[in-house]
């Protein structure tokens, strides 16, 4: 005959430990990073401002030369350009170009960057040595030489769609569209180098583990191997670097602009308002102290904002 326990003697189970999974952590960790947080805010105010901002401010084409060059006012709050061109309204415009300008080749570096680091690293071999010795090359070239080379000989097609967009599709706002997409492809061709090589690194390392030893062994083929296994596994430093680039290649915008090979007039960015700026600072310092200050405003959040990607991302720093 068998007596059960004392009731005091039962202990109840303790409660199971609910888990998370690995973007949670690195949210919650992202969370705290009070930098972090805050330039993800500005950039975020800062892109609402320059995607509505033209839609209750003055025209950027408005000119008013009797006004000209007028100290920021109530009616005018950042003041005016010597072409009596409200400032307000024309960093605005440029924000959006600035932005998209950023956006948009720094997709176009990511594109092509993961995708031929992720098949130098996992093919390796006489491949992998060709590959990359094309990214060495690549790498010897003036980043300047190679953009005037670029405008020089890809200046009549861009012309030819402009004109398209102006008699054929009746968009005269998208004027000078065809040099802003010369401009992608410059600052593209040359920012994904250093992609391929980051990819390539963890390509090397990741495709050693045991996983993908058993993705061959079931017969998978590379691309989906690639697709499917390796590259979700290299999304972290793909992420944060991503943010990084972004505000090199605003950088690099702003600087041919300031050269002249950027966003031509009457359209403007935050690279040419600074260009104009800097030419008249003596006489007029409003033209240079607000664009410069919202483009340094906007490196630094993104900047900060990349920091903090690395550090929520980083596995090693999870664990400490």
Same mark, same amino acid.
């Given at each position: 005959?068998?007596?059960s326990?004392?009731?005091a003697?039962?202990? #109840?189970?303790?409660?199971?430990?609910?888990? *998370? *999974?690995?973007g =949670?952590?690195?949210?919650?960790?992202?969370?705290? /990073?009070?930098?972090?947080?805050?330039?993800?805010?500005?950039?975020?105010?800062?892109?609402l401002?320059?995607?509505?901002?033209?839609?209750?401010? &003055?025209?950027? &084409?408005?000119q /008013?030369?009797?006004?000209?060059?007028?100290?920021?006012?109530?009616? =005018?709050? +950042?003041?005016t350009?010597?072409l009596?061109?409200?400032l307000?309204?024309r960093? +605005?415009? $440029?924000?959006?170009?600035?932005?998209?300008?950023g956006?948009?080749?720094?997709?176009?570096?990511?594109?092509i960057?993961?995708?031929?680091g #992720?098949?130098?690293?996992?093919?390796? $071999?006489k491949?992998d040595?060709?590959?990359?010795?094309v990214?060495?090359?690549?790498?010897?070239?003036?980043f300047?030489?190679?953009?005037?080379?670029?405008?020089?000989f890809m200046? @009549?097609?861009? @012309?030819?769609?402009?004109?398209?967009?102006?008699?054929?599709? =009746?968009?005269?706002?998208?004027?000078?569209?065809?040099n802003?997409l010369?401009?992608?492809?410059?600052?593209? !061709?040359?920012?994904?180098?250093?992609?391929?090589r980051i990819?390539?690194? &963890?390509?090397?390392?990741?495709?050693?583990m045991?996983?993908?030893e !058993?993705?061959? #062994? %079931?017969?998978?083929?590379?691309?989906?191997i690639?697709?499917? =296994?390796? %590259?979700? /596994?290299?999304?972290?430093?793909?992420?944060?670097?991503?943010?990084?680039?972004?505000?090199?290649?605003?950088?690099?915008?702003?600087?041919?602009?300031?050269?002249?090979? $950027?966003? &031509?007039p009457p359209?403007?960015?935050?690279?040419?308002?600074?260009k104009?700026? #800097? @030419?008249?600072?003596?006489e007029?310092?409003?033209? %240079?102290?607000?664009?410069?200050?919202?483009? *340094?405003?906007t490196?630094?959040? +993104?900047?900060?904002?990349?920091? $903090?990607?690395r550090?929520? +991302?980083?596995?090693?720093? !999870?664990?400490?």
């Open positions: 005959m068998t007596t326990a004392p009731a003697l039962v202990t #109840a189970p303790e409660p199971l430990e609910r888990g *998370s *999974s690995p =949670h952590d690195a949210w919650v960790r992202l969370r705290k /990073n009070r930098l972090a947080v805050g330039g993800a805010l500005v950039l975020l105010a800062l892109s401002l320059c995607v509505c901002g033209p839609w209750f401010a &003055q025209s950027y &084409q408005d /008013n030369l009797d006004l000209g060059a007028t100290a920021p006012s109530a009616t =005018h709050w +950042l003041g350009d010597t009596g061109r409200d307000f309204a960093m +605005l415009y $440029g924000g959006r170009i600035s932005i998209m300008v956006l948009v080749a720094t997709f176009v570096a990511l594109t960057g993961v995708t031929y #992720a098949v130098a690293g996992y093919v390796g $071999g491949t040595m060709v590959m990359m010795r990214v060495d090359i690549m790498y010897a070239l003036p300047t030489i190679f953009v005037i080379l670029l405008m020089v200046k @009549e097609p861009s @012309e030819r769609l402009d004109a398209w967009l102006r008699n054929t599709a =009746h968009l005269d706002g998208f004027q000078g569209f065809g802003m010369l401009l992608f492809a410059a600052i593209g !061709a040359v920012e994904w180098l250093t992609m391929a990819v390539r690194g &963890q390509v090397l390392t990741i495709k050693r045991e996983y993908i !058993a993705a061959r #062994a %079931l017969g998978f083929g590379s691309r989906r690639i697709f499917r =296994h390796i %590259l979700p /596994n290299v999304l972290g430093p793909v992420i944060v670097y991503a943010t990084l680039t972004v505000p090199a290649v605003m950088l690099l915008e702003a600087f041919l602009s300031f050269l002249g090979l $950027g966003v &031509q359209m403007s960015s935050w690279g040419s308002l600074i104009d700026g #800097a @030419e008249k600072m003596e007029y310092w409003w033209l %240079l102290v607000f664009p410069g200050g919202v483009f *340094s405003l490196l630094f959040s +993104l900047n900060f904002l990349g920091d $903090g990607l550090d929520a +991302l980083d596995v090693r720093a !999870a664990k400490d």
